[in-house]
């Protein structure tokens, strides 16, 4: 089989070293398929450093849609959307609607006044993550306890992080890059301010390094990690008791079934104790702090901490 490859042999003058780049510092291969698990270890081992320098042991996690405003913003969008011959603002990207000029006009006024209505649970997880923080800086030792964590984006995210920051505690955002929605709110500390590309990254945080879980209202991101974690307490993946409070019983009443679940013998009855209902700030704090000291304060119930550093579940077998 003839050989096509005519050798090349360059002039020995024409030749000039140039110096390899570091592998890890070379932007073109990280970037590469090649360097994904780089990528990966990286959103892993940067946080861990973090976590650690700052003594964090464990996490409060609160989810909830990001499309929930403060009430005043709510009212204040509702005041000029309800203003004759206001201009009506265009809605963001990922709600566009398909209407002519006035069905668009009577829609974006139909969201506004559910935007005002919806603003009591942005309230609602602020004065949590206010209470809860007021809590746990009283706790004694070393690292900081039940440290109040959000996707990092706004909505029911900065509610958490704003309430946490007004009490004067550290507070965790967990960012994902998106097209869209998803900037960093302005009351995450600095300090733990993290910004991921893997989903599975984030979620990896959320679940490892949180003793309980707060669920507002949402849509299908909240729909996804609270059912993430129901499934990873129901099968007992995590070597820690999770407790998982779903906040407002009303509209996860409208939103989900679990009963129909129960009675199609999908989930058992006992898998409704894995989670509890509360309506109010005050009933979901004392749920939170009654958990959070029968399994992971009280002495009896569990082990000093090996190390200063945070606390990840281990995964059982």
């Known amino acids: 089989m003839p050989n096509n490859k005519t050798p090349n042999v360059p002039d020995e003058s024409q030749l000039v070293p140039h110096a390899a780049p570091l592998a890890y510092l070379n932007q073109d291969f990280l970037d590469s398929p090649d360097g994904r698990v780089l990528r990966i270890v990286a959103e892993y ?22 499309r929930f405003a403060s009430l005043s913003q709510a009212e204040e969008s509702l005041v000029m959307l ?10 963001p990207p990922e709600t566009q609607l398909n209407a002519s000029d006035g069905d668009l006009a009577q829609a974006l006024l139909k969201r506004a006044h559910a935007g005002v209505e919806m603003a ?33 984006g706004p909505g029911i995210m900065e509610a958490a992080n704003r309430g946490a920051r007004e009490a004067g505690g550290k507070t965790i955002g967990l960012n994902i890059r998106l097209p869209f929605e998803q900037l960093p709110n302005r009351y995450i500390s600095p300090e733990l301010n993290f910004e991921f590309h893997y989903f599975f990254m984030r979620k990896y945080w959320f679940a490892y390094l949180s003793k309980a879980l707060v ?20 099968t007992r993946k995590l070597a820690k008791k999770i407790i998982v409070i779903i906040y407002g019983s009303e509209y996860w009443n409208r939103v989900l ?36 000291t029968r399994y992971h304060l009280d002495p009896h119930a569990v082990k000093a901490a090996a190390e200063e550093g945070p606390e990840i579940a281990k995964t059982l077998p």
Do not use: C
């Open 120 to 152: 009591r649970y942005y309230e609602d997880a602020r004065r949590l993550a206010h209470m809860l923080t007021d809590w746990t800086i009283t706790l004694p030792g070393k690292r900081h306890r039940f440290v109040v964590t959000s996707g990092g």
């Open 257 to 292: 079934n679990l009963q129909a679940l129960v009675d199609s013998g999908a989930i058992s009855e006992e898998d409704k104790k894995l989670f509890t209902f509360a309506d109010t700030p005050e009933a979901a704090f004392e749920a939170l702090k009654e958990g959070l």
């Open 82 to 91: 309800a203003k004759p011959g206001s201009a009506a603002p265009m809605p």
């Open 215 to 234: 669920v507002f209202p949402g849509g299908f991101g909240t729909l996804d990690e609270l059912f993430e974690i129901l499934t990873l307490a129901q």
């Open 45 to 66: 081992s940067e946080p861990l450093s973090r976590f650690r320098r700052e003594k964090i042991q464990d996490t409060v996690v609160f989810f909830g849609s990001a």
